[in-house]
């Protein structure tokens, strides 16, 4: 006898009916085969054996109204967790909210990348159906594509989200789904975007802060922690506490967060009437199959994710649900519980209604198009785990979790039935680009799109074989950091010539060129990271767009900029300010400016552009007031231009000794911004101090050892030298 959730009668309040539709496997859903009516049997018996065979009708009681709150917790395993039988950390608060909650033992994730996976749960569809495959390069279109927080606010619901992570910001589009949307994670340089994040705690008291404003006005939220995700530094006690294992004082501590938070939902006397999921977006390698984080491989450590949900009024508390379910089974069991009606097109099912019969679709694109891998695919039912691979697996899931022994010669059957289930997915889900004609036209004129990218059509290589390589980019990124950054690159060089389709390892490259000035060089090697990866084309365009800038080919730069104004529209629109910054048209600088404000307000790269062009029209006040209000983000966290942009201002405005301060606070920070010696050498110049001002140009070049940085240097010379 399977469990499954007991069924509460229809209350007072109304009642929902929620049938188990059957996974689906293509879109549009292919009919369910109806038996022919055969002699003697009445259409109401038929009726009856289907919905005995095929579908178990029960009836979820419905909270209308009731606040919905979905807490993510990134990167959480779900077998390290003590709810699901780990021993090694402690987490009191999710071990109480387990006992208000139904726990689902076998929860997957359908993708082991954040913003897919959250895209995923919260439109209900799988990446292939809501076309957001991977961190970077597939922007969500929140207006095609129906969202838990989009349909709760058509009825009635107010919707917020704070996140944690720079990968979750607003501009990837997940922002237009939610009215409001908290994601002021700081944006630090020479940092991996993915490990950009805020602390939880900051996170959870902007949830609380909105929570409190909606009154008795029916809300839902999406409060996200990213504690569990690398680094691991958990702070103390938990730093201490768990020294052999950093990962799970992390866990710890995100623990913690959800207790406060938990706490004040329960002060504000919304806990006990609202529906809450609790989750993870997936899980994290930990070496098992030599993978440390998470994203290249499918396996289950990286699949399955901690799942519980509590319902108002105590409802089915402390109970659990073997049946297999996915993460796209949050939108239908919310739809259900509020009794509203969820869109026709959604593969998932109520997670009050699960079945035996599931099989949950999973991906990753990200071995394709950073590493020059294959793609993965798998299945996973109450049984199996199969993943289409170059060289395929099959794991018995009850007896081998830890998936060590492929079973697929010797289980051909359940291998060739799992492979055509998931071949009857469609050849969409196998494509890895969806770059839009537009785009192509782009980058094609820009001789992006050439030979090299259909090189990806010839066999690629099956990631378990090469895993050992993001070793050796490791180490070589090593190298970089200890300051031989020469070594580095030899390294990053060998490991493109032994894979030129690994996108990541180009970037590297290019990085490490850039930092020992070798724009052109860099260039380059970001050109070839877009060619073997037109859908990262965004982010490397911007990088060749701010390297032309440099270079003073101005036209060069706007044309990059412009190719990453639909992935990262505000870097975009900020490059396109300084481009028009060059050509002195302020006009335009401002209206760019103002653009990438209208999609951030609080981007601190765009202020400073706006700083500047006041600067520029003498509205220094304004310039000035602008800065003063970015000071406190910049003591934390230095914002490139900004001490140049306040120097600027002091040397026009006859302040000279404060402008000194503010022109050498730049170079230290950021001593590839060569306008910033140039200045300081003009203030020392007037001021009589030849010397200083000759040192101060010796140091530009000193630390930018490239033709350009000379050139510069020696026009700054000429022109100072033809003043008195
Ligand atoms: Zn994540």
Known sequence: MKKSIVVIPSGSEGTGRVGAAESRPRRPAPARPVPSLTLGMTCLAILAILASCTRRETATRVYKNAPVIIISIDTLRADHLPAYGYKNVETPNIDRFRRDATLFENAYSHVPLTLPSHISMLTGALPPDNGVRNNI????????????????????????????????RGSTGIKNAFEFYDDAVEVRGGEAQGELQRDGATTAAIAERWIGEQGDRPFFFLLHLFEPHSPYTPPEPYKSRYTSSPYDGEIATADAIVGQFIDD????????RAVIVLMSDHGEGLNEHGEAEHGIFLYREELHVPLMLKLPDNDQSNRSVSQPVGLIDIFPTIAALTGITPPASLRGQSLLATSAHRSLYAETLYPRIHLGWSDLHSLIDDAHHYIKAPRPELYDFPHDLAERDNILERERRTYAAMRQQLDAYGSEMQAPSNIDPEEAKKLAALGYLSAATTQANGPLPDPKDRIGDIDALRQAARREVSGDVAGAIADYKRIVAANPNFADAWTKLARAQTSLGD???????????????????????LQIASLFLNLGRIDDAEKNAHLAERSNPIDAHVLLGRVAMSRRDYVRAEAEAKAALGQQNDDRNAQVLLAQIFTEEHRFDEAMHILDALAPHEAKQPIALADFARGDILARTGHPEQAEIAFKREIELFPAETHAYANLAALFWFEGRRDEARQTINLMVQKNPRPDARAFAARTLADLSNQR
Do not use: C, W
Not at 265 to 272: C, F, P, Q, T, V
């Open 265 to 272: 939902l329960k002060r504000k006397k919304i806990y006990d």
């Open 519 to 541: 724009y052109e060089a860099a260039i380059e090697s970001y050109k070839r990271g877009i060619q073997v990866a037109p859908m990262l084309s965004g982010g490397n365009a």
């Open 137 to 168: 390069g597939y922007p969500f279109d929140a207006a095609r594509h129906e969202t838990i927080p989009s349909l709760l606010h058509k009825n009635g619901y107010a919707t917020g989200a704070a996140i944690s992570a720079y990968v979750l």
